[in-house]
């Protein structure tokens, strides 16, 4: 996982799918050369008098890991009763807009989107380029809705590879699936053939579910470490379980000590523990953010959640309900943007491109 | 210079002097142990009922080149006719909000305050963590007035150690003074004892000039190659001057072409070029930014402008005023923030404080 994220969510503009599959093309072009660290365009020549073929504030720097990765938003098959583009027929069935959680407070400039790209990089520049020339690839055929910058944990000034801390100041995603989790990857994470007889397209894909969570920074700051120890459900220097151990010892959700469970009932990490949730885990990429701050003059940061799952119904709307009505840390967090979208596989053919298999 | 900026700017919301001076000897020790990558408060023992003395993000990482650099804003020393804390007497005469210049769109929600800290370092959520504490030690003291996040190039992934890029995809800063440059640093930078009779306090200080540049990122990618070479001046691929050479040779600014000076008239370089303003020479920090999208749908991105000057009057205004006035390039800029803040020399002594030499 790359330490900075450039997330962007985009409107379509145009009704003609053709325009439509035309800027995949392009977007599929463009993330092969940026990806591979050249510019875009790279090698064709252009006229001096043309605009240039990339923006050119990434010349000089590596790829630097940049990964694309590429949703398509409910309203992308249906907005407002129109089907734009010829594709309700394939909206898979568990594609919907997320519904309200308690406590949720979503800014509509900050949700939703017919499409959406997450660029991740070891370097904001190489992300916020390469989100840029996608957006101005797509210039009269996508107008950019809203976007995200994050930032994690830097392995190359770290002084081990350790999880990466959210503001809160806690390790965070200790207990989520790691990428060598190979079996609950398989369960958990990428869409099957036969899960939905309508999008078969989708196979190999994945949904991703963005969240926008801002931490409520000065009160926080303010809590006591017991408190805060509570709230989590682990220490904060190690990120231990209550119940003892290490890092990654298994949570021991029974041990009581004086006043109750050692975890508490209301603490986070019982209530996200697969064994809480009909066993079901996650496989998160977070992002720390800030901007700027508020309208009060506190921070406007938090967490940017973005989960892949294999279906939204089973691996995320019955945790994040959970969460949302009975974690005590929710008094410290409000959901200010959130996402849905369909991620379809992986590009594989020389001449295939994002999506293909929704518009064959 | 490091790659990553978070810059804060507060208003003071005691009147009491006693309460500014006991923050800045907080803020003081607490940036001695965030520079040297320990946490705040480090070694002290603290309850466990007691809100921890560190918000703990940065644990486990290196203090990743951390400076911090604090700076006092006019309205420190008088606000509404009002002097708060007995400094009026010693308000330095340059000291003073930043003229209006033409195409200034100033949002006075990211313009000015009573104190600023620009936090630099290698990795943001050093950055981050460094102001998000001073702020919090500052609770009650001093309120966030608004803040910028920045980043630049990073040379771990940069294949050379080249000028940085701006958004517009050129080299930036190339004609500007160097840290090597002693004799221009101390030229342009640094003030000098008997600069201001008033503040003698600031002498081995500077002035640091903030503005909030940001471009007009679509139509700048809509314009032809030649079109942005000729507003810049130089050439995108290399940032050689348009009379000729490599990056670093000197500019032309005499020699022709067909149709006028290869460097033309209203050309960025020309302006802003030391022989077109008095000899000044520049010494910057500037950082990248990218905030997401504005209303319209459009990359709220630009330039983060921090300069360090020795005498606002001479060294920053008269550049400004030229450059907003007939800089070609101004059609794509829109400066949106502004700041001038008096930077103190740095603490020196083992009990000494921020700014000590204004309070004694």
Redesign the interface.
């Known amino acids: 996982m790359q330490d900075r994220l ?1 997330f962007a969510a985009f409107d379509v503009t145009t009704d003609s799918r053709e325009e439509l599959i035309e800027m995949l093309r392009m977007w599929t072009a463009a993330a092969r050369d940026m990806t591979a660290g050249t510019q875009v365009g790279d090698g064709a020549p ?7 073929t ?9 790829a ?1 890991g940049l990964t694309l990765t590429f949703g398509f938003g409910p309203t992308l098959f249906e907005k407002k009763g129109k089907d734009r583009f010829g594709l309700r027929s394939q909206q898979p069935a568990l594609l919907r807009e997320l519904p309200h959680f308690p406590a949720d407070n979503l800014d509509p400039n900050r949700s939703n989107g017919d499409l959406c790209i997450q660029a991740c990089a ?5 992300a ?1 380029h390469a989100i ?1 020339n996608l ?2 690839i797509g ?1 009269g055929t996508v ?7 994050g ?4 392995s ?5 590879q ?1 999880t990466m ?6 390790k965070d995603g200790t207990a989520n699936i790691k990428s060598e989790d190979s079996e609950d990857i398989e369960k958990f994470v990428w869409v099957k053939e036969g899960d939905d007889d309508r999008a078969d397209w989708l196979a190999g894909g994945s949904y991703l579910v963005a969240r926008r969570i801002n931490m409520h ?2 009160p926080w ?6 408190e ?1 120890e509570l709230l989590i459900g682990r220490d ?2 190690e990120g231990a379980p209550l119940s003892g151990g290490t890092e990654f010892t298994e949570l021991d959700l029974d041990v009581q000590g004086r006043e109750g469970p050692l975890i508490a009932i209301d603490a986070h990490v019982r209530l996200a523990h697969h064994t809480q949730n009909k066993g079901v885990k996650l496989f998160r990429r977070g992002y ?1 953010f ?4 508020n309208a009060l ?3 406007d ?1 938090g967490l940017f959640f973005i989960a892949f799952v294999r279906n939204p119904d089973e691996h995320y709307i019955p945790m994040q309900t959970q969460l949302s009505s009975q974690d005590a840390l929710m008094e410290y967090l409000q959901h200010t943007g959130s996402g849905l979208f369909a991620v379809p596989p992986g590009v594989t053919s020389k001449d295939g491109f994002i999506g293909e298999g929704l518009f064959t």
Chains 1, 2 share one sequence.
Do not use: C, K
């Open positions: 450039h252009t006229s001096y008098d043309a605009p240039p990339d923006t050119g504030e990434a010349m000089g720097l590596t630097a070891h370097d904001p520049q190489v916020v840029r957006a101005r210039f107008a950019m809705r809203w976007a995200q910058l930032f994690g944990r830097t190359s000034t770290s002084t081990e350790a801390r959210n503001l809160l100041g806690f920074i000065e700051d303010r809590t006591s470490m017991r805060q904060r220097l720390n800030t901007d700027g701050t003059g506190r921070l940061a």
